[in-house]
């Protein structure tokens, strides 16, 4: 079965850094990863799929880069309310698998 | 603009049954797949199962052979049955709107609506 690695699972940054998250697919052949967003209490928000954003309103602040199967979500420049679990998506021959999450931490 | 409302959650004992339901609008809800994801407390999300626009179906293992996911697209309503509940299938479950007719990563999301299966 396809596996999806998301890594780090945790990282703690200060306002104003700048973070990476990396998913890698263990199968596939496009570049299907969706990246969304997580607070406690809210539904998912929906941030790039691919390299564009899914919504409007998703800051310039989020970029995705990578091919194939390992992508690499950066946030710039933090801000408090980007603290929250970021998870990747793949979509596969019609089966769906989510990253096991980051979660962002205030340092 | 997209709306997905999800109702038909709550309580059950293990080993019974319910049927969850996402009312679309805002959307030509019959040209796109759709998707049910949930959250376990504590845990990250997990895909229960899609539907494309021509009703082709796919389950994650953890609920295939106990659920079915169908639509009624001249209503535009999303539904996902589940029978022999277990503890684990304990989750706020979130229908969402994929970004065209096959399934593929997920663009709209509803505001879930919660499962406790417990005694």
């Known amino acids: 079965a396809i596996q999806m690695t998301q890594s780090p699972p945790s990282l703690s940054a200060s306002v104003g850094d700048t973070v990476s998250i990396t998913c890698r697919a263990s199968q596939g052949f496009r570049n299907d990863f969706g990246w969304y967003q997580l607070k406690p209490g809210q539904p998912p928000k929906s941030l790039i799929y691919v390299i564009s954003p899914l919504q409007s309103g998703v800051s310039s602040r989020f970029s995705v880069t990578g091919a194939g199967t390992n992508f690499t979500l950066t946030i710039s420049s933090l801000q408090p309310e980007d603290f929250a679990t970021y998870f990747c998506l793949h979509d596969y021959d019609g089966l769906l698998i989510f990253g096991g999450g980051t979660k962002v931490e205030i340092k | 603009e997209v709306q997905l409302l999800e109702s038909g959650g709550g309580l059950v004992q293990p080993g019974g049954s319910l049927r969850l339901s996402c009312a679309a609008s805002?959307?030509?809800?019959?040209?796109?797949?759709m998707t049910w994801v949930r959250q376990a407390p504590g845990r990250g999300l997990e895909w229960v199962s899609s539907?494309?626009?021509?009703?082709?179906?796919s389950y994650a293992d953890s609920v295939k052979g106990r659920s079915a996911i169908s639509r009624d697209n001249s209503k535009g309503i999303l539904f996902l049955e589940m029978n022999t509940l277990r503890a684990d299938d304990t989750a706020i479950y979130y229908c969402?709107?994929?970004?065209?007719?096959?399934?593929?990563?997920?663009?709209?999301w509803g505001q879930g609506t919660p499962v406790t299966v417990s005694s």
């Open positions: 539907i494309s626009d021509s009703g082709s179906t």
């Open positions: 969402a709107k994929s970004l065209g007719p096959v399934v593929n990563t997920l663009e709209y």
């Open positions: 805002g959307f030509r809800f019959r040209k796109y797949a």
